[in-house]
């Protein structure tokens, strides 16, 4: 197993789960920064409904609504090592946060001005421009909560973080949902800039977000380099990198496979299949608490491998309560690798370089949901899905626990 270092070397002290708790809360200016991260991230995530419900709408082009969908999600993927460079030597951080967050309210309120009104090649234009500065947030976020927190605190955070992405993923799509739902998806939209502005207003606020190491990059080019260095010689952020790379492919898969899950298997609207991803991520939480642990390689592997075989019991289900009770236990045993892998990355990278790190590999791992997507949609059949779903995340496990370095 993988020993829990500080970056100093020196194995931390392990204060109770309580109390880890109650002092990461006492941490100045941590209660603000969480909560504006998640809010964040809620936003985010609105567009994935509420984007699409719109584009559907006005348009009733499917291909329309996909491409203006993965434009809202691969540039920033593409665009992470470099801006995750950038934001290494960027002498205000908040700044570029604030930018990122801008052009977002900019994009969104164009995507609900444009959509049905004007040519359809402008939306998903204009959702590029809504996502591509996306890292500026998203590495500004991983690389302050590593100082914010301390080293003695940065495992409890990283449960708590790995629960705010989860989180992130149930409000955004149940609000877009409620808010589509009771009025339209441009209101949907119009509230997600709303909630972005506010975002806007914390992070100019607080000081947290400047938050860094007294170790700093020389240059861009100095920390991308440093940045795939470590990548590539550190066998933790290899093995984390690989298997969280294959698990997002499988999760992508689902993108496809839950709603076909949801019609075919448990005879309820494929619109269920926002049930099923909130049951997942409810799920993550629970297990991130309660199969909490030290983490380690092997027991990220071991997560990674229970969780694909409890996906083949999917099949058994025949009505929708009994397929969420099925996925939510998935998404249970997930909690130990997500939580696990977030830690073991920010203990094992050069605290100089990681937004860069932590951009580079997030953007590798939406690349690969993105391919999952496509590659669901072009097999959109459960059972060879949830099959293949299992066979990711065994390999997912063997890279995860047996990765080694090269000789």
Not at 170 to 188: F, H, N
Not at 192 to 217: D, G, K, M, Y
Request: aromatic share 6%; charged share 10%; glycine share 10%.
């Amino acid at each position: 197993m993988c020993e829990i270092v500080r970056q100093d070397g020196l194995v931390p002290s392990a204060p109770t789960r309580r109390s880890a708790v109650a002092d990461l809360l006492r941490r100045p200016r941590y209660p603000s920064f969480a909560l504006t991260v998640l809010l964040s991230r809620a936003s985010g995530t609105m567009f994935n409904i509420a984007g699409v419900l719109l584009v559907l709408g006005r348009t009733g082009s499917a291909p329309l609504a996909g491409a203006t969908a993965a434009a809202a999600v691969l540039p920033g993927a593409l665009s992470g090592p470099i801006l995750g460079a950038w934001l290494e030597v960027a002498t205000h951080r908040r700044v570029l946060i604030v930018i990122d967050q801008l052009l977002s309210v900019v994009g969104l309120l164009a995507i609900v001005a444009l959509a049905g009104h004007a040519p359809n090649w402008t939306l998903p234009a204009v959702a590029v421009a809504y996502s591509i500065t996306r890292p500026f947030s998203s590495g500004s976020f991983y690389s302050a909560l590593a100082e914010i927190a301390g080293p003695e605190l940065l495992d409890t955070a990283s449960v708590i973080e790995a629960s705010s992405l989860n989180l992130s993923f149930v409000v955004g799509p149940a609000l877009a949902g409620a808010l589509a739902g009771a009025t339209s998806a441009a209101a949907a939209i119009e509230v997600q800039a709303a909630i972005t502005v506010v975002v806007v207003v914390l992070v100019a606020i607080n000081p947290a977000f400047e938050a860094r190491p007294e170790q700093r990059a020389k240059s861009v080019a100095h920390a991308l380099a440093q940045g795939t260095q470590a990548l590539a010689r550190n066998p933790v952020l290899r093995a984390t990198g690989a298997a969280g790379t294959l698990a997002a492919f499988g999760w992508g898969l689902m993108t496809i496979g839950f709603p076909l899950y949801a019609a075919r298997t448990l005879h309820a609207g494929t619109n269920a299949g926002g049930y099923l991803w909130a049951g997942m991520a409810l799920g993550s939480i629970l297990g991130t608490f309660v199969l909490r642990g030290s983490p380690s390689r092997r027991r990220i592997g071991l997560s990674y491998g229970i969780l694909g075989l409890s996906a083949l019991v999917w099949p058994l289900a025949h009505e929708l309560t009994f397929g969420i009770l099925l996925v939510t236990l998935t998404g249970f045993l997930e909690g130990p690798a997500y939580s696990g892998t977030i830690a073991l990355r920010q203990r094992h990278t050069p605290p100089a370089v990681r937004a860069q790190v932590m951009t580079t590999l997030t953007g590798i791992a939406m690349v690969a949901a993105s391919a999952g997507a496509a590659i669901g949609g072009v097999v959109h059949q459960i059972l060879p899905l949830v099959i293949a779903f299992a066979v990711i995340n065994a390999a997912a496990a063997l890279t995860s626990a047996k990765l080694r370095p090269p000789a």
